[in-house]
């Protein structure tokens, strides 16, 4: 049974930064594609970035240059950096597998974790 356990969401100033995680256990993560998406109040889930099992990313135009996502296959791990965050990047955010190799479409969530970004 797949198992995605998120958490480093919370709260903070524009500007300030994050990093979320992601532990998936039931997988077998070091050939498994996986990657966030985030939906806001009124919106429909997006994807934010995805990662390949070697370690090649994807992001979303609008956070390009900010998010940073890196996988630690030790620790069955996702890691997204969020740096110089924005009130627009106020959202629940959701880690999904995407298949084997390069990430397809997601087919199992996280319970997902709030992040929000105060002006």
């Known amino acids: 049974q797949v198992h995605l356990v998120e958490s480093g969401g919370g709260s903070v100033q524009a500007g300030g930064s994050l990093r979320l995680s992601c532990t998936a256990s039931?997988?077998?993560?070091?050939?498994?594609?996986l990657g966030w998406y985030r939906q806001a109040p009124g919106n429909e889930r997006e994807q934010v970035a995805t990662?390949?099992?070697?370690?090649?990313?994807n992001y979303a135009d609008s956070v390009k240059g900010r998010f940073t996502l890196a996988r630690d296959n030790l620790k069955n791990t996702i890691l997204l950096q969020m740096n110089n965050l924005k009130p627009d990047d106020t959202a629940v955010y959701y880690c999904?597998?995407?298949?084997?190799?390069?990430?397809?479409?997601?087919?199992?969530w996280g319970q997902g974790t709030q992040v929000t970004v105060s002006s």
């Open positions: 039931g997988v077998l993560f070091n050939i498994a594609a």
């Open positions: 999904a597998t995407g298949g084997v190799g390069a990430f397809s479409q997601p087919n199992y």
């Open positions: 990662i390949d099992r070697h370690g090649n990313t």
